[in-house]
């Protein structure tokens, strides 16, 4: 096998991982292979009990599944339900944040507070809901439940979409694809995935992507707006990121998956003077938490909490033999973690009824008893530290600053107060234009390598990048999140990024934060009296693998930006299928995919589609 990272500290504990004996993501992914062609065609189908059915992708097999679907059917089919479990996966994160909302404002929720009264105050007005003379409690019960039923369908359409550029309304009632409900959205598809309902692969897309719509203006927004509410709106913050952040002297504790609702709480406890007593008891000097993937994310954005890395590091972060505990939640999670935490001392701790793991300890999380559960799970951490197997401690001693904390608000400010700067320096062509890169990482690509080509060209063209998720630890970890990294940007961007002091690629947060980049979006859609498919702006997941990427896929797309894929959805074997994603979705949503496994060939699709729109805007440069 090739390549498997470019990160220095992964691929020492890759190292120590077989030296060991301990088998890795990269491992299983080699006896994967040769992976199924049907799969990765997206030509078999499971959908009901005649099958399974497999279209042959030659022509010299069957054309059709036992019920006469063909191949775009079932690959559009197979699409539709990737989107459907994404827009689930952010959108039920959303409700579970909503839900502490609630019961915050009830005084049910245990060390939660409002943080961000003007937030909640500017959101209720948008939702309608009177704020005059009310306390933050009352707005806030009142503000919950209009979420909640966002999720259902007593709406005509979801409020956030009046948030998107009036011609983008009208391309999306155009088309028919203006989402209603989110879990109807959710549930339609499941429904129409059904053996005999829905059959045509562009009715098919359509409703992918007003499900995915569903998502980004819908259930990532909700997730997005209430954590700023309750947890507070991300600022421009520092701190530490990659393997090197776990300390040999202290109690290390990595938070992983998704919800803030638990890691806020265990950032909490941590600072429990009783605690902190009982890990200098244990010989400890301190406990130390850190964040892996989003859960990373959402506390290093807060509170510039140290992040230990992205998605094909958790296995890592447990073979360096330093973690004493790794409280995991939902989402990204793999089940492989309780198998190497085996071969240590590490004890992986589920909080969520939603996501057990086999030879995991439960502890269940409930918002009315956070910051006691917080503290029992910090507590048990500090148990373990002297059960550490001294000899198998090796933490690799790769970390690098971060700058991070880029919300709406924090970009805003940056600009002092309007866009108006960030306006300027685009239609001057100093800025050539703003490229979100974000996703997951993937053993497919050589782990951070897709995230780190692409961003570093980009800045380099003077494209200023955009970052959530796994892509933006890849960058942190590289140093491309300080300001100083403006050195290595293109002379424009550069002397933008050191007039303001920002580096140049922002870190705006986790995955379900994507939503904080089609507010941008529509900002500037808005500012400009354009569409947001007429902006030099486009999207890339070079090393995407959730099923959450793809129906961020499917909204991005949907909001008008071009987008380009590195890892292959599984979507050739339907011909008109991905003719339809690549090149048809144009005329309808003003934006396509494209799929381009060669990062370099990847920043040339972008650079061409930014120039493009510049000159279509009679813009220099
Ligand atoms: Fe086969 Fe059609 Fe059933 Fe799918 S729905 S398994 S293609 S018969
Ligand atoms: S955590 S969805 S691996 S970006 Fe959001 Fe990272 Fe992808 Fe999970």
């Known amino acids: 096998m090739g390549e498997r990272s470019v990160d220095q500290a992964s691929i020492k504990m890759l190292k120590k991982a077989a030296q060991e004996g301990i088998e890795t993501a990269w491992e299983r992914y080699e006896k994967q292979q040769p992976q199924c062609g049907f799969g990765l065609l997206g030509i078999c189908c499971r959908n009901c009990n005649m099958g399974p059915c497999r ?25 539709l339900r990737m989107i459907a479990a994404g827009a689930a996966a952010h959108s039920d994160h959303g409700r579970d944040i909503v839900t502490t909302l609630w019961e915050t404002a009830a005084g049910e929720a245990q060390g939660y507070q409002i943080k961000d009264e003007g937030k909640l105050r500017s959101l209720a007005a948008e939702f309608g809901i009177p704020v005059e003379g009310r306390s933050k409690e009352e707005i806030a019960r009142d503000l919950a439940r209009e979420a909640m039923e966002e999720f259902g369908m007593v709406k005509g359409a979801l409020k956030f979409l009046e948030r998107a550029p009036q011609k983008r309304r009208e391309v ?14 959710i549930v339609e598809c499941m429904h129409r995935t059904h053996m005999g309902v829905d059959n045509d692969y562009v009715n098919l897309v359509l409703h992918g992507v007003r499900t995915g719509l569903s998502d980004g203006w819908g259930g990532s927004m909700f997730a997005t707006e209430f954590s700023d509410i309750l947890f507070g709106t991300p600022e421009p913050v520092r701190g530490r990121s990659n393997l090197g952040v776990l300390k040999e002297d202290q109690v290390n504790i990595i938070v992983h998956g998704h919800e803030p609702t638990l ?17 200098r008891e244990k010989g400890a000097a301190g406990i130390n938490i850190c964040g892996m993937c989003c859960t990373g994310n959402e506390i290093l954005m807060r509170h510039g909490v140290p992040v230990a890395g992205n998605f094909l590091q958790q296995e890592l972060a447990v073979v360096t033999g330093a973690v004493d505990a790794m409280v995991v939640d939902v989402q990204c ?31 269940p999380f409930d918002e009315h008893h956070a910051l006691d559960t917080a503290r029992k799970i910090v507590q048990i951490a500090v148990d373990n530290y002297p059960r550490r197997k001294k000899e198998f401690v090796r933490i690799p001693e790769e970390e690098m600053e971060y700058m991070a904390g880029f919300s709406v608000e924090a970009v805003l400010k940056a600009l002092g107060g309007s866009l108006n700067p960030l306006l300027d320096a685009i239609k001057a062509g100093q800025i050539k234009g703003i490229a979100a890169v974000v996703g997951c990482n993937n053993p497919k690509i050589p782990h951070d390598r897709g995230h780190l080509l692409l961003t570093e060209k980009l800045i380099k063209s003077d494209v200023l990048v955009v970052q959530t998720g796994c892509a933006a630890i890849a960058c942190a970890k590289a140093g491309l999140l300080l300001p100083e990294a403006a050195a290595q940007a293109g002379p424009g961007l550069g002397a933008v990024c050191r007039a303001l002091g920002i580096p140049p690629v922002l870190h705006m947060g986790s995955c379900v934060d994507i939503s904080r980049i089609l507010v941008t979006a529509a900002a500037i859609a808005n500012a400009l009296g354009v569409d947001i498919s007429d902006l030099p702006v486009a999207g890339a997941a070079p090393e995407w693998m959730s099923e959450k990427a793809v129906s961020i896929g499917a909204y991005v797309v949907g909001s008008g930006v071009f987008t380009v894929l590195g890892s292959i959805p599984p979507v050739l074997g339907g011909k008109k299928l991905t003719e339809l994603l690549t090149e048809g979705a144009r005329s309808v949503l ?32």
């Open 55 to 79: 279209i042959d992708p030659f022509g010299d097999g069957p054309e059709e599944g036992i019920c006469g679907a063909t191949a775009d059917t079932i690959a559009a089919r197979n699409l």
């Open 172 to 185: 999306w009632q155009k088309a028919g694809i203006v989402p209603r409900g989110i879990d109807r959205e």
């Open 263 to 279: 890691s806020e709480m265990i950032v909490l406890a941590a600072r429990d003077e009783e605690l902190l007593a009982a890990a």
């Open 333 to 363: 999670v793999m089940p492989a973690l309780t198998g190497v935490a085996g071969c240590y001392h590490t004890k992986i701790i589920s909080t969520s009824p939603k996501a057990r793991f086999e030879g995991a300890e439960h502890i």
């Open 590 to 621: 003003g934006a396509s995919f494209a799929v381009e496994t060669d990062p370099e060939k990847a920043v040339d699709l972008i650079l061409e589609h930014i120039a493009a729109r510049r000159k279509a805007l009679g813009l220099e440069g």
